[in-house]
């Protein structure tokens, strides 16, 4: 709906104040757009679909190649930009995608999975130039790799069934799990007791659980009452001074995947209510 393609049945959109339906082609210069899939000219070389994206937006001459040299730049492109698209792999077909909705500089980015396809290198590279085009750029963001969201977002909205059901950041999404900020404890099960009883010493009002692991294993969880980090340091004293071998010792943040999935599924959603 922000790009134009679809039109609301209800409300507005506004892009750096012009309103979408009253001065479509307005906003629309506003926007670079990267869709799902990214839709391409596979008969094209990467050039030549660029030098196409680039007269669309009204630029010829020496600034079209000015501008494709430097959105080949920056998304790593100039060894493909005279291969047919169709001989590309998914990963730089993406790119190809991701530098035409970059041709015009514009303002605001809307990115739907823009790092799907691409190889760990790349992933880290689109990351990178997210952030540091988000200095000066709004770029909104659409993906289910939920490790992107804490990669690149400052701010995080998660959307079930066509309503908000989450709006914050990354860190803030994180603390509806019930097990944030936890400590994590794996011991023999010979050594269980005793570790139990230093836990408690740390856990004060807090909360501690144990499950057996097995294998003859236990694990316990410490959770802390007023809502913030348990002290590992402390965890880690206590158990030396009792004497308990402690084969795992973790602090517990959770993932977004977790929080996505309590409040996103009707039980999940329950148990977040």
């Known amino acids: ?80 930009l005279d291969r047919p698209i169709e001989t590309l792999s998914k990963g730089f077909k993406r790119r190809v995608g991701l530098a035409q909705s970059l041709i015009h500089d514009p303002p ?14 790349q992933k880290h590279h ?10 000066d750029k709004a770029i909104v963001i ?19 069934g066509g309503r908000l059901v989450a709006d914050g950041t990354a860190e803030a999404l994180l603390r509806r799990l019930p097990d944030h900020d936890s400590v994590v404890v794996v011991v023999a099960a010979a050594d269980a007791a005793a570790a139990r009883a230093a836990l408690t010493e740390v856990a004060g009002n807090g909360t501690l659980r144990a499950e057996d692991s ?19 340091a402390d965890v880690a004293q206590r158990l030396m001074v009792a004497g308990v071998a402690v084969e795992t ?9 977790d929080v996505f999935r309590m409040l996103t599924t009707e039980s999940g959603a329950k148990h977040a209510a």
């Open 214 to 232: 097995g294998n003859g294993r236990v694990t316990l969880r410490l959770l802390c009452s007023a809502g913030g980090p348990v002290p590992i």
């Open 108 to 121: 605001v980015l809307i990115l739907d999975e823009p790092t799907d396809g691409l190889d760990p290198n």
């Open 1 to 80: 709906m922000i790009a134009g393609y679809l039109e609301p049945t209800d409300g507005r959109v506004e892009v750096c104040g012009f309103n979408l339906a009253a001065s479509p082609i307005e906003a629309k210069r506003r926007i670079g757009y990267l869709p799902e899939g990214a839709p391409l000219y596979g008969d094209m070389t990467a050039r030549r679909f660029l030098a196409f994206a680039a007269e669309v937006r009204g630029f010829d001459g020496a600034e079209r190649k000015r501008r494709i040299d430097s959105v080949a730049a920056m998304v790593a492109l100039e060894e493909v």
């Open 142 to 160: 659409s993906t289910h790799i939920l490790e992107e969201v804490e990669a690149v977002c400052t701010r995080a909205v998660i959307i079930a």
């Open 126 to 135: 689109v990351r990178a130039l997210i952030r540091g085009m988000a200095q």
């Open 249 to 257: 010792l973790r602090s517990e943040r959770g993932r977004l995947d």
